[in-house]
C-alpha cells in the first residue's frame, strides 16, 4: 500500500518542522464505512512524514454523517483552533456540509491559517471561506479514498505534497481541440453539484474574472450541461476568463441518448457559453487528481492539444 514520495517531495515536507507537518482529520460530511481505513490512512501520512491528530470517532456516526450537526462543527473548531494543526483534512465527501454553512464562523476558520484540504462535498466549506473571507483553501485529496487506497496514486499524493510545500504549483493537462488561449485569474470551483447547489446562496463568491473549473461523478452528461445552463442563466458565469472541465466519471450511456456522449455535451457548451471550455483537467473522484488551490491567482496557458495551470501566491506549509 505504501508508496515512495519523490525525493523533492520529501525534503520539501520535512524542510520546516523537524517532525513533520500536523494533519488533523476531520468528518463534515459523510462517515468512513469502513473504520479499518482510518488507520491505514493515518498510517500512510505518517510514513510520509506527518505527525496526525484524529478529531473523528467511528462510534459518533449519526444517520449518514460522521457526527450529528454541532459535534461536526466542534471538530472543525477544534482542529482550527489548536495551534500545532497545520493541516486540516477531510475524511470524506458525501453530504453533510450544507447543514452547517449557516452557523459556520467562517472568520475563525479562515484567520486560523490553516490549510483547508478536501473535495466533493467539502466544497460547500471551501466556496464559504472565498466567499466571506477571501481566503484560499485546496480541493485536493481526502483520507478516504486517497490516502488508504490498495494501491496509492503517486500522481496524487505527490502533487498534493508539492502544492502545498511551495508558494506555486503546475499542473498540466492534455486534451484534443482545446482553444488556444493565455488568461489570468482568481482559480475558483470544485465539484460542479455542490457549485449549482450553492447558487442564490452567501456562500458562492463572486469571482470577476475568474478562472472556474468543475468535475463531478456519477452525473450523466445531460445533468452536467443542466448544472452549466444553470450556472450560465444564473450570471455565475458572466465574465469568467475560462472554464476547464475536470473528471465526469462513473455515469452510464443508454441507447436512448442516441449518440449524446459527453463529446457532444462538450461541443454544445462551447457553442452555447461565452466562456472558453476546456477538457482534460485532471481533477475529479478517481485514482488520479491534481491539487487545486481554490482562490488563488492562476495563469492558463492552451496551446490547444495541452495547457498549463500555474497557481500563486497562496497560503502553504512555507508560511506556516
Not at 505527525?51 to 461536526?72: I, L, M, P
Not at 487545486?292 to 491567482?297: F, K, L, Q
Request: glycine fraction near 10%; aromatic fraction near 8%.
Amino acid at each position: 500500500m505504501s508508496i515512495q514520495l519523490n525525493q523533492d517531495v520529501r525534503q520539501l515536507l520535512l524542510a520546516n518542522k523537524a517532525e513533520g507537518p500536523l494533519v488533523a482529520i476531520v468528518s463534515p460530511s459523510g462517515y468512513a464505512s469502513n473504520p479499518d481505513a482510518v488507520e491505514r490512512g493515518i498510517a500512510t501520512l505518517k510514513a510520509q512524514g506527518c505527525r496526525v491528530r484524529n478529531f473523528t470517532d467511528a462510534a459518533s456516526k449519526f444517520q449518514r454523517f460522521g457526527a450529528n450537526d454541532d459535534a461536526r462543527i466542534a471538530q472543525l473548531y477544534a482542529a482550527a483552533q489548536d495551534p500545532e494543526v497545520d493541516i486540516v483534512l477531510a475524511l470524506r465527501g458525501g453530504y453533510g456540509l450544507t447543514r452547517l454553512l449557516p452557523d459556520l464562523d467562517f472568520e475563525m476558520l479562515a484567520g486560523s491559517g490553516k490549510l483547508f484540504v478536501g473535495h466533493s462535498d467539502f466544497t460547500a466549506l471551501q466556496m464559504g471561506l472565498l466567499a466571506l473571507t477571501g481566503a484560499s483553501s485546496f480541493s485536493g485529496p481526502m483520507l478516504c479514498d486517497d490516502f488508504v487506497r490498495d494501491e496509492l496514486s503517486e500522481f496524487t499524493l505527490n502533487h498534493f505534497w508539492q502544492c502545498v510545500t511551495q508558494s506555486s504549483h503546475t499542473v498540466v493537462g492534455q486534451a484534443e481541440d482545446n482553444p488556444k488561449l493565455s488568461v489570468n485569474g482568481t482559480l475558483w470551483g470544485g465539484n460542479l453539484a455542490m457549485l449549482t447547489h450553492l447558487v442564490g446562496s452567501p456562500w458562492l463568491p463572486k469571482v470577476q474574472g475568474g478562472i472556474l473549473f468543475v468535475e463531478d461523478v456519477n452525473e450523466h452528461p445531460y445533468r452536467v450541461e443542466r448544472m452549466m445552463l444553470q450556472l450560465l442563466h444564473a450570471g455565475v458565469l458572466d465574465g469568467q476568463q475560462a472554464i476547464l472541465l475536470g473528471d465526469f466519471s462513473a455515469y452510464r450511456l443508454t441507447d436512448y441518448d442516441n449518440g449524446y456522449d459527453f463529446e457532444q455535451m462538450v461541443g454544445y457548451l462551447r457553442e452555447h457559453l461565452p466562456v472558453p471550455v476546456l477538457t482534460g483537467l485532471p481533477v475529479g473522484h478517481g485514482r488520479n487528481k491534481a491539487t487545486m488551490v481554490v482562490g488563488a491567482e492562476a495563469q492558463l496557458v492552451s496551446s490547444g492539444d495541452s495547457f498549463s495551470l500555474t497557481m500563486s501566491g497562496y497560503r502553504s506549509l512555507v508560511e506556516r
